[in-house]
């Protein structure tokens, strides 16, 4: 039973659809069960840690919703409120940034510079005369690394900028993007890649460790709202976690990794 649930949870950690109960096992009775999106997994484990609480693996916003709604989960985390009569509890907000690993020649791109190498990522170099004086090119941009179109991170980047998302999508059409299906998959592949950048939060990846470089968007509105979700009713177990939740994103730690 055991192996099987592991591999049930493995499967939901590569983005196969599952219901939430088959991605969480049930903690003992004396335990809190709380799991949602994996954008809030490192805040969780530091929010929680002294705490007789499981933190479940990565379900998605959706999959909170829905195990907080089936009972499966005490509180669910998520990047977007719950619908009635579900209860929502802002706990912080995150800014989004740029990154790419700490051995990374790219220097900092802004938008419009991602924009434009995003636009000529694959396609076949010019070459233009050069003389001796000419300075040497700018390391470039040959990868971008992204989670899957329904993150939240990447749904906001593309609506707040939509040129940038027409590049992107020409991008991907030609084959120069990588698709990861969870935060911790995402970081590995930046931090292996000479030449790859992509765009997370900022509270996961310096909660998380994460072997990264990182730097701002540039645009104050790129940035994502944290939940707590309980049920309409909450239970003193339930409560005992969110109010550590809620406490943290008050502490001195979380300021530090970005959280506000």
Known sequence: MAAALLGLCGACATGEPRPPSACVAQPAPAESLVAGTGAAIAYAHAALRDLPVRVGPSIGSSGAVAAVRDG???????????????????????????????????????????????????????????????PPARPGLELWVSREAGDSALQLLRRLHPSLAGALDGAQARGCTRVTHTDQEQHAVLAGSHNGVGV???????????????????????????YALTGPQVSPRAQRALDALRTFAATEEARRAGYR
Do not use: M
């Open 72 to 134: 499966v989960v005490d509180v669910g985390l998520s990047l977007r409120p719950a619908p009635p009569p579900l209860l929502s509890h802002k706990l912080a907000e995150i800014p989004l940034v740029f990154a790419s690993g700490r051995t990374s020649a790219i220097p900092p791109l802004s938008l419009a510079e991602l924009e434009r190498s995003l636009a000529s990522l694959c396609l076949p170099a010019t070459s233009p005369r050069t003389t001796s004086a000419t």
């Open 200 to 226: 997370i939060d900022q509270g996961t990846a310096n909660l998380a460790g994460a072997n990264l470089r990182t730097w701002p968007t540039g645009d104050p509105n790129l940035r994502l709202a944290l």
